[in-house]
């Protein structure tokens, strides 16, 4: 069983979640978000959590668009994910990208990243850059950021 999927997705004040969409996932979603803070810190959280049908990821910034591809393929990853509906997609809030199909059941998760610390950099000089600058210099400033953050999941039945 292999598919795979990938697009450069908005975030939700940059978090993105992976989930099953044909499920309610909200009580996961609360608990993704609660499995993610960090004890004693304000507002810090991990950068990926995970609870029953939702797997979160806290991307480097939240005014970019980072690259997911989601994969159908073997893993030993420490998260799981329950499917139950079939269909697992990337929710970033304002709607749905990267939709795969995947049957019911317990899937081990990793995931794995790169560019943060690009993205991290280049977003400060952006801000810098656009601080006095019009709507339209800024929204070009953070579109040239578009991908330069990425995830790769990849999904297994357990």
């Known amino acids: 069983m292999t598919a795979t999927v990938e697009a450069v997705v908005q975030t939700a004040n940059g978090m ?3 989930r099953d969409v044909g499920v309610d996932t909200r009580e996961d ?7 993610a803070r960090i004890p004693g810190s304000r507002g810090r959280a991990a950068m990926i ?5 939702v797997l979160q990821l806290r991307c480097a ?3 970019t668009r980072p690259r997911v591809r989601l994969e ?26 990267c939709e795969i199909p995947a049957a019911p059941g ?14 991290q950099a280049a977003a400060r000089e952006v ?8 709507a339209a210099a800024t929204h070009a400033g953070w579109r040239e950021l578009d991908g330069m953050e990425s995830y790769r999941v990849l999904l297994w039945p357990a």
């Open 16 to 18: 993105i979640l992976v």
């Open 72 to 97: 159908i393929g073997a893993n030993d990853g420490p998260y799981e994910l329950t499917v139950i509906s079939g269909r697992i997609a990337v929710d970033t809030g304002d709607g749905l990208a």
């Open 49 to 53: 959590a995970a609870a029953g049908t």
């Open 61 to 63: 910034h939240q005014l």
């Open 127 to 134: 801000e810098a850059r656009t601080q006095h600058a019009d």
């Open 106 to 119: 317990t899937y081990r998760v990793a995931v794995e990243h790169q560019g943060r610390e690009e993205l």
């Open 29 to 35: 979603q609360r608990a993704a978000a609660e499995a």
